[in-house]
């Protein structure tokens, strides 16, 4: 059936980014090497509730603030916190412009308040979206069948008709599971011939 609606995850889809930066930056700040960062951060497990929406985002930087025995204030935090991101995105704004001509726009993404709200003040082309669907708003996470549901009831189209693009391949089964036809991102090329083989005039 023809597409009516296409959703776009946005970490290294649209907008690429890299944790080692943010490790690098803590690395100068408390002396431990990157690896012994990520690994304290993942132990805490503090990360996936920040991005379900189970913590606020000042607790959560008060909470690795003593974790890693380097408070600081929210600003200084935001800062290094959004270290991770490009300044460019992997995909322009003038395919988005052209695509909203005829299709609705979703963004499907597991994310923070901190992260998008950068995001959003710093990249113009997220304007062409229709709607943001963010795992710390829906309180759920990418492949939980529960935030797919949020965005096929934000899609005004039966599932079969949306498409979605992300760029890890479990959650483009999770996407698939729910009825949605979805590809692995692997570049803008790709992208292009995913959507041109689907009758998408790019």
């Excluded at 998008?116 to 979206?129: D, K, N, Q, S, V």
């Excluded at 965005?151 to 189209?157: C, G, Q």
């Excluded at 089964?173 to 790709?190: H, N, P, S, T, V």
Aim: include cysteine; aromatic fraction near 10%; proline fraction near 7%.
């Amino acid at each position: 059936m023809p597409l009516k609606t296409l959703i776009f995850d946005l970490g290294n889809v649209i907008v690429p980014f890299d944790f080692t930066r943010a490790y690098r930056r803590f690395e100068a700040l408390t002396g431990q090497p990157p690896e012994q960062v990520r690994a304290q951060l993942s132990a805490s497990g503090l990360f996936p509730k920040l991005e379900c929406g189970q913590i606020e985002p000042a607790d959560f930087v008060h909470r690795i603030g003593e974790l890693l025995n380097a408070p600081m204030p929210m600003a200084e935090f935001r800062d290094l916190w959004v270290s991770i991101f490009d300044r460019e995105p992997a995909i322009p704004e003038s395919l988005f412009a052209r695509l909203r001509e005829r299709y609705r726009l979703l963004l499907l993404s597991n994310t923070n308040g901190i992260h998008f709200g950068w995001i959003h003040e710093t990249f113009p082309l997220l304007r062409h979206f229709d709607h943001f669907v963010l795992s710390h708003e829906v309180k759920a996470m990418k492949p939980d069948p529960a935030i797919f549901a949020h965005a096929i009831s934000h899609a005004r189209a039966e599932p079969g008709e949306c498409f979605f693009t992300d760029d890890i391949a479990d959650y483009v089964e999770g996407a698939r599971r729910q009825g949605i036809d979805a590809e692995q991102f692997l570049g803008l090329d790709k992208l292009l011939v995913d959507l041109r083989r689907r009758g998408v005039d790019v």
